[in-house]
């Protein structure tokens, strides 16, 4: 039996049957409490395997072009053959502990003042035992636009004893809940009118944290690992040659390059692999300016910076975008004289990474020119020159870790999964992970984190070229 929540119901002409309209897959409706009043106190909001995992949210951020996107840390290993890929992050607590969530309203209140909270439609859930849950039902809270200074406040929560570490999840929708902190550590939410346990019945939320870790989640039992071929990660991938550091910025000189003046300026330049580090450091800097075969990016205390020897990739920027095609000029350049070869990404998948449009569904190639992709559709969401996209292969392999056990009574950051890499010629791979039921169903793959990695021709241990793919 699947519980919905009733939309519509019309009766036919035919005066034996209705049409009905119900509204499920969205967790806050997975309860027998739904509607009911007074609100019982129900155990748990996710349905006890009603429903595949929440996407995984590991609370470690190394993200990818944006703060919103967390990863993982990545190792590679290439001391083995094949070259052995290895994630660590944060494991969900899937045992739920006997302790009883507290009675939430079904709507919050707002005030345009006072906060950092943008615009828009947030879910609300109150913990009464921090990470390890289990959580309330959602409680939804619609910010009107006018300004970016919001608060959101829920009153009348309903304690049946006293709480062991009140703590707030909050996100824009029921895959993206993320942990605001326990109320005695976080800025971000306080608490307030105690009842006679001492649980505050009201909380406001001054802003609303795009990182941490993500709901308890009893449908979570395995991790997923998905690895994809990236046929074009950039206009072009090299070797960092001599890095010159200077106050603010830094020079990256690349042999062989004969660029124009300035013809990467504000294009982002990002790490694909370091090679003798075992760790995978994340690495995106925008370029500032370059000369012939120098790129000047940023330099300062808490930036990233690049070493000789990296292996890099150049990001396309859209350039060129309309309702079915993307593309880059700059397909064509002193690294790729000829550019894409026509017609050759036909059946390999665009997938836009940052900017307008990222993480929306990939779209399959119909045809190419030496800088433009057509896709077979339309975009869900239309690319603008904010948009920066890889080419994927259409083929990916997947992997089910054994299954993870975990309370939340020991250290939950580690290992998580380890699997041999899926090319062992000088290849790029798109790492995604993702929380799985015991059926190795999982949330598409773009809600997950993802690394992008490069794996060396593993002739020796050691020794490795870099071929132009970019």
Known sequence: MQLFRLLSAQPQADGESWKIRGQFHQDQWYEDAYGQNPVPFQQQAHGSGRSIPYPWRPGVQIAAFSSQRLGFELEVDTTVYPAQISASGSTPVNV???????????????????????????????????????????????????????????????????????????????????????????????????????????FTFFAISPDGLGLPDDSFHAFAVQQTEIVHGGVWGAVVGVVTPHTTTSDIKFPGAAWTSNQWQNYTVS???????????????????????????????????????????????????SANTIGDDNFISSFNPSGLTVNAEAG???QIIAGTGAWSAAKTVASNTATVLTILSTWDVMPDSTSIFIVLSPTSLTSITASVLNDGSVATYGLVASVPAATTQAQSLLIQIG????????????????????IPAQATASNFTIARQF
């Not at 690495?283 to 000047?296: H, K």
């Not at 940023?298 to 975008?321: C, E």
């Not at 799985?436 to 990695?453: C, L, T």
Request: glycine share 10%.
């Open 348 to 350: 390999n998948l665009v």
């Open 271 to 321: 790490l694909y692999y370091r090679p003798g580090g075992v760790v995978q450091p994340l690495i995106d800097l925008v370029v500032v300016s370059n000369s012939t075969d120098t790129l000047t990016v940023p330099k300062g205390v808490h930036v990233p910076a690049f070493i000789a020897g990296d292996v890099v990739i150049m990001r396309p920027l859209a350039g060129h975008t």
């Open 435 to 454: 929380a799985a039921n015991a059926a190795g169903d999982f949330f598409p793959m773009r809600y997950q984190p993802f690394r992008e990695v490069y």
């Open 96 to 202: 739920p502990n006997s302790t009883t969530v507290p009675a939430v309203p079904l709507q919050a209140t707002t005030s345009n003042t006072g906060g950092l909270i943008l615009p828009g439609t947030y879910l609300i859930a109150i913990s009464a035992n921090g990470t390890l849950g289990p959580v309330s039902r959602f409680v939804t809270a619609v910010v009107p636009a006018g300004t970016s200074t919001n608060t959101i406040t829920v009153s009348g929560v309903v304690w049946p004893a006293a709480a062991v570490n009140v703590a707030a999840y909050a996100g824009p929708n029921s895959i993206a809940m993320v942990y605001q902190g326990a109320l005695a550590t976080t800025s971000n939410v306080t608490g307030s009118a105690p009842d006679s346990f001492g649980n505050p019945t009201s």
